[in-house]
């Protein structure tokens, strides 16, 4: 099968198939509330600056799609509504991009709707260099996020089976590379072990993509007609757990949240805990492609707009106030979390900020 054609179906099936069965862990996720916040709603500030840019909102339509004609007018719509909230948005791998210039517009597109904003390039974290700066020049990216997707290729079946040599390429690119590297999961999520990995080789950014939204295994399962039967549920992390896992380590980098949002309550507890940004994927294109692009901006508003309420409702007035709020973690995302040696419970008092 033609990776043009891989690119429409990911899509189709990606409609087709529901969220992962395995939840994103942050139903155990509670914010303290503040019967007495003394603050004014107009007070209450969501901006924040990404990548030397300034976002309205800590949010990011994460990758998702390019590379066929048909799937063209999702990209123009994502970057649209992105230009118009003052979001982030990723597009998807650019791998039919490079192999085939035809289909460049399909990526180019989002650039060409939003000039200004905060766009990420992306490509495997096998691509060579060269691939990964003409994936940026493509799209004049601010950054580029190398995804790691080696349970949805085994899952494939035209998918790769070598793995070798991934992390001294990824060394490569960030040594080379003119704008920030963002090393992305694809709905497995990172563990400690893996952060520290990327970290040593000068990685600091990272896209945690945990478990409990678009289940990829079940799409190429689906998409080549076998018995998927939840396969494979009991490996990965889920997105709160992996999320905490890459803070606990202390280490300097920025950690975007993704993985099963669907802009409740669950985009406000991932800032809590210090996810720079929230990304977001099938929900939004769920939204686009069922609804219309006014269908998704109403959408994102009312996320923005909700956040808002809870960061006030819990007394904060800006972000970085967001993250010194007392949380609490219950349920399996605590009992993993302790049972891998990672202390709790201070997010449960009243927190400086950038010390969790």
């Known amino acids: 099968m033609s990776r043009l054609h891989r690119k429409k179906e990911h899509v189709e099936f990606a409609l087709k198939t529901p969220q992962s069965t395995v939840g994103n862990g942050f139903s155990d996720i509670y914010l303290v509330y503040e019967a007495l916040p003394e603050l004014n709603l107009e007070q209450v500030d969501t901006s924040l600056d990404f990548l030397n840019k300034k976002l309205k909102a800590p949010l990011l339509i994460n990758a998702m799609t390019g590379g066929h004609p048909e799937v063209k007018y999702i ?64 799209i004049e990216a601010d950054g580029v996020q190398l ?9 494939m079946a035209e998918g790769d089976r070598n793995f070798r040599g991934t992390l001294a390429n990824i060394q490569k690119i960030v040594s080379l590379s003119k704008v920030p590297v963002i090393i992305k999961e694809v709905g497995f999520g990172l563990s400690r072990e893996t952060i520290k990995k990327i970290y040593d080789v000068g990685v600091r950014y990272i896209d945690v993509s945990g478990q409990g939204g678009t289940d990829f295994i079940r799409i190429e399962y689906l998409r080549s007609g076998r018995d998927y039967r939840e396969k494979f549920q009991n490996v990965g992390i889920s997105t709160a757990i992996s999320l905490v896992e890459s803070l606990s380590m202390d280490l300097p980098i920025v950690v975007v949240a993704s993985g099963g949002f669907t802009g409740e309550s669950d985009v406000a507890c991932a800032l809590a805990l210090g996810a720079k940004l929230v990304g977001m994927a099938g929900h939004f294109l769920r939204i686009v492609t069922e609804g219309s692009e006014q ?19 819990v007394g904060a007035a800006n972000l970085r106030e967001l993250t010194e709020k007392p949380l609490v973690i219950t349920g399996k995302t605590a009992e993993w979390l302790l049972r891998r040696g990672i202390d709790i419970d201070r997010y449960s008092y009243l927190r400086q900020a950038g010390k969790r």
């Open 75 to 138: 990209n123009r719509s994502l970057a649209r509504v992105a230009a118009r909230a003052g979001i982030a948005m990723a597009i998807g791998s650019q791998t039919a991009g490079l192999e085939d210039s035809k289909v460049r517009d399909t990526y180019r597109v989002a650039r060409d709707e939003n000039p200004d904003g905060i766009l990420l390039a992306n490509v495997s974290a096998l691509s060579s260099p060269d691939m990964v700066k003409e994936a940026i020049e493509m």
């Open 147 to 155: 995804h790691l997707n080696v349970a949805q290729e085994l899952a």
């Open 295 to 313: 269908c998704l901006n109403e959408r994102v508003d009312i996320i923005i707009e909700d956040l808002r309420h809870t960061m006030l409702m």
